[in-house]
Nanobody, 113 residues
Framework: VQLQASGGGLVQPGGFLRLSCAAS????????MGWYRQDPGKQRELVAS???????VYENSVKGRFTISRDNAKNTVYLQMNSLKHEDTAVYYC????????WGQGTQVTVSS
């Protein structure tokens, strides 16, 4: 499979989730990997990215709450999400940056009390 995100679910505000994304080695190796999210009616946005060497960049609204990491041996990228808020509700996707293939199936995160 090219890209497969998992780990989403329903969580209360203030809770946490850890997302995983397994990628094919051919597109993962050496690539910057990004986590995106999209809520219905909104544009897809990049929330975090990580270089092959581990340098991470975050969108302002998730700084201090989300942590992106990767396991290059497993071709997997993770997103640890803490202190979740209602506005974090979205479908989360991962993909290399840049990448012009299919986005793959995302994973739904719902933050609700």
């Amino acid at each position: 499979v090219q890209l497969q995100a998992s780990g989403g679910g329903l969580v209360q505000p203030g809770g946490f989730l850890r997302l995983s994304c397994a990628a094919s080695g051919s597109i993962f190796r050496g690539a910057v990997m990004g986590w995106y999210r999209q809520d219905p009616g909104k544009q897809r946005e990049l929330v975090a990215s990580i270089s092959s060497g581990g340098m991470a960049v975050y969108e302002n609204s998730v700084k201090g709450r989300f942590t992106i990491s990767r396991d290059n041996a497993k071709n997997t990228v993770y997103l640890q999400m803490n202190s979740l808020k209602h506005e974090d509700t979205a479908v989360y996707y991962c993909k290399p940056i840049p990448y012009y293939g299919s986005w793959g199936q995302g994973t739904q995160v719902t933050v609700s009390s």
